[in-house]
């Protein structure tokens, strides 16, 4: 099943979406006993949904219109929960680009462990919403496509074996980041937390639709292809990054961990290519679909 948050006249609703006849459902129509919540918060729906059976009957739903989406968890329990170089080819390049702090030499670019780092919710907006550029922190934006989780069954101390059982489903977002603010403050967190840098979406697709093991990542600006790789390249897998967060933190139903980026980013070219006011960047994620987003001064 596909989840989205969806704007139903003039409210949000957690709904049931069907992108091949562009069609939607609002969860409180299809299922009984629905927690008031649960309406319209995707995450405090998953809990209900990881346990609820599609009716044989849906009736004919409501048009689905791409602008009426916001982000499908627009509040999930903890910060969003992000995994650094976790993709060789991208670990290699973003050491040789002058702008990571956390290595030395491009000997030790691929990390021994994952380097977990977060960004707080008010980073996200929807799957069609505007990258933001901000006056005096819009010199070295760059554009990140990745896989997320989104946990269903919370818990902690989750091993390897057991954690794909807590996983509800998968959808995109885009890690934008402002490099500058990366390099200059030798930590990830503020270069990565301006709000509006993680469009997500464009809905949740169920653990069950997908093999994680291989889903092919593209990332378009303008066009041309700049990222194009496939989850099986993971330096760590998702049963990996489930067991070692959940050692240390209770994770908790609609908790994302975006995986990591794949090689291809601004920073990897020379010159870098950041973006600029105007450019059209398009994550795609075979199995899910594609968020597309539009860079615009936010001033």
């Known amino acids: 099943m ?21 069609r939607y459902w609002p969860i409180d129509t299809l299922f ?14 998953i809990p209900f949904l990881s346990q609820a059976t599609l009716p044989n009957k849906l009736g004919d739903g409501a048009t689905l219109d791409l602008a009426n989406l916001r982000a499908p968890i627009a509040h999930p329990p903890h910060n969003i929960m992000c995994v650094g170089k976790n993709y060789r080819a991208h670990a290699n390049e973003f050491a ?16 021994d462990f994952p380097i977990i780092f977060t960004k707080p919710s008010t980073t996200i907006s929807g799957p069609v919403s505007n990258i933001p550029l901000v006056t005096g922190l819009d010199q070295a934006v760059d554009y990140e496509c990745e896989l997320a989780v989104v946990i269903g069954k919370g818990g902690r101390g989750i091993s390897r074996d057991q ?28 270069g990565k937390s301006l709000d509006g840098f ?34 099986r390249d993971l330096i760590f897998d998702i049963p990996f990054l489930i ?50 987003n539009v860079v615009a001064r936010a001033d």
């Open 243 to 292: 067991e070692t967060i959940s050692a240390v933190i209770t994770l908790s139903p609609g908790d994302v961990i975006a995986t990591g980026t794949p090689e291809g980013v601004g920073i990897g070219f020379n010159p870098p290519r950041f973006l600029k006011d105007g450019d059209v960047v398009e994550c795609e994620i075979t199995g899910i679909g594609t968020i597309r």
């Open 198 to 231: 993680c469009p997500m979406g464009p809905w949740i697709v169920t653990a069950d639709e997908i093999d994680y093991r291989d889903m092919r990542i593209i990332c378009r600006v303008n066009g041309e292809v700049r990222q194009d790789a496939s989850t």
């Open 96 to 111: 040789n680009s002058g702008f990571d702090s956390s290595t030395s030499t491009s000997a030790d670019a691929v990390p």
């Open 2 to 22: 596909k989840f989205a948050t969806v704007k139903n006249q003039s409210d949000y609703v957690t709904a049931v979406v069907d992108p091949t006849t562009e």
């Open 163 to 190: 954690a794909m059982e807590h996983v509800f489903g998968y959808t995109i977002v885009n890690d934008v980041t402002a490099r500058d603010l990366q390099q200059r403050h030798k930590q990830w967190f503020l």
């Open 32 to 45: 009984a006993a629905l927690p008031l919540e649960a309406k319209s918060d995707l995450a405090a729906a």
